[in-house]
């Protein structure tokens, strides 16, 4: 649906587009639009980041299927880029997770970036003590002004702190409480944690622990849960796609439920509430089912839209082999999750 570039040199996003943010029409805006990450091989230092962050970029479509890139004002066409500044704490990498609509004439983007500070624990890479900020734009995405770091990263979770999810208490943005989710990694274990603002997002506050991977170590999600998309309300509660990660590194999506529509509660893997055979099992692997050979090697970063007509989309990156990664788009027309309920929304691959 949105491969990479790799045709076009002077884009950032030659080597891959992942971690679909989509945000649906509304009365301020009649377009889609679909937030992303990529680079062109390497990070703003010039290291080959271990991740396919970087910079971020936009695409826009009328029915949220086919999509055109806009050309941003920043590096190679990209509308969001690390720090100018050298000390800053997202000087090397960034990466959208979220974004939100303030009213008519502004939007809000959540997202998290690392610095050139070395991790011992990781071998002295650099870009891997990530922290969570947050940019403002007036012009629906072309440009962002930074609004600062909203969380950092806590040693008692891990090495950073990444990918936020923002869930409203409604769909209003002026809700009085928020909820955010995220993951860390501990150097073993990817584990999702929360974090509740009463301030519409200025300030926030840790609240532990939400959701782990499996103890055995045949699970999908036995290494831990890293990205993670949230809807709701569905079904009374409120729906969570996650990315599992199994012992030997391979990437799957999982679904959990929390019975509280605002996510402010207990968050429990999904059994047989939709029909799933089995607890906590996947509801998409790679490559197989309603992925096709596209994901062969990695499913990732989802992103879910309830729709009006009660059907769920499901916006997710892909990759095969050594390619670059892809966006796609799955369908559920029933609303449900189990592995049988998806479909692509464009089949061009077997």
């Known amino acids: 649906m949105l491969p990479s570039t790799e045709e076009d040199p002077t884009q950032f996003d030659t080597a891959c587009v992942v971690n679909p943010v989509v945000v649906?029409?509304?009365?301020s805006y009649e377009r889609w639009q679909?937030?992303?990450y990529g680079n062109f091989g390497h990070w703003k230092d010039g290291t080959k980041g271990f991740l396919?962050?970087?910079?971020?970029?936009l695409a826009e479509s009328d029915d949220g299927i086919h999509w055109t890139k806009v050309v941003g004002q920043r590096e190679r066409g990209a509308i969001f880029a690390p720090s100018d500044d050298p000390a800053a704490w997202d000087s090397v990498h960034v990466g959208v997770n979220d974004v939100l609509r303030i009213g008519d004439?502004?939007?809000?983007?959540?997202?998290?970036?690392?610095?050139?500070?070395?991790?011992?624990?990781?071998?002295?890479?650099?870009?891997?003590?990530?922290r969570i900020g947050r940019a403002k734009s007036s012009d629906n995405?072309?440009?962002?002004?930074?609004?600062?770091?909203?969380?950092?990263?806590?040693?008692?979770?891990?090495?950073?702190a990444s990918w936020p999810r923002i869930i409203l208490e409604s769909t209003k943005a002026?809700?009085?409480?928020?909820?955010?989710?995220?993951?860390?990694y501990d150097g073993s274990k990817w584990r999702v944690f929360g974090a509740t603002s009463t301030d519409q997002g200025e300030s926030w506050t840790r609240k532990g622990l939400?959701?782990?991977?499996?103890?055995?170590e045949e699970s999908f999600d036995f290494n831990g849960i890293g990205t993670?998309?949230?809807?709701?309300?569905?079904?009374?509660?409120?729906?969570?796609?996650?990315?599992?990660?199994?012992?030997?590194?391979?990437?799957?999506?999982?679904?959990?439920?929390?019975?509280?529509?605002?996510?402010?509660?207990?968050?429990?893997?999904?059994?047989?509430?939709d029909g799933c055979s089995q607890l906590g099992g996947p509801i998409a692997s790679p490559g197989e089912g309603c992925m096709k050979s596209w994901t062969s090697t990695v499913v990732g970063t989802p992103y879910l839209v309830p729709m009006p007509d009660g059907t769920l989309r499901l916006y997710h990156c892909g990759r095969a082999g050594d390619e670059g990664h892809s966006i796609g788009l799955q369908i559920s027309e029933s609303g449900g999750v189990s592995p049988d309920c998806w479909s692509p929304a464009i089949v061009k691959q077997n």
């Open 24 to 27: 649906p029409p509304s009365n």
């Open 34 to 36: 679909l937030y992303y």
């Open 52 to 57: 396919p962050t970087g910079w971020c970029g």
């Open 105 to 130: 004439k502004e939007l809000h983007m959540y997202y998290f970036g690392g610095s050139s500070e070395q991790v011992a624990e990781l071998g002295g890479f650099t870009g891997v003590r990530m």
């Open 141 to 160: 995405g072309r440009t962002w002004t930074r609004l600062g770091m909203v969380l950092d990263y806590d040693e008692s979770e891990g090495l950073f």
């Open 174 to 184: 002026t809700s009085d409480k928020w909820q955010m989710v995220y993951h860390a």
């Open 210 to 216: 939400l959701l782990e991977g499996e103890a055995d």
């Open 228 to 273: 993670r998309a949230v809807a709701a309300p569905w079904k009374g509660g409120a729906l969570m796609i996650y990315e599992g990660v199994n012992k030997k590194g391979g990437h799957s999506l999982g679904a959990a439920f929390c019975s509280d529509a605002t996510g402010d509660g207990t968050w429990e893997k999904v059994g047989d509430l």
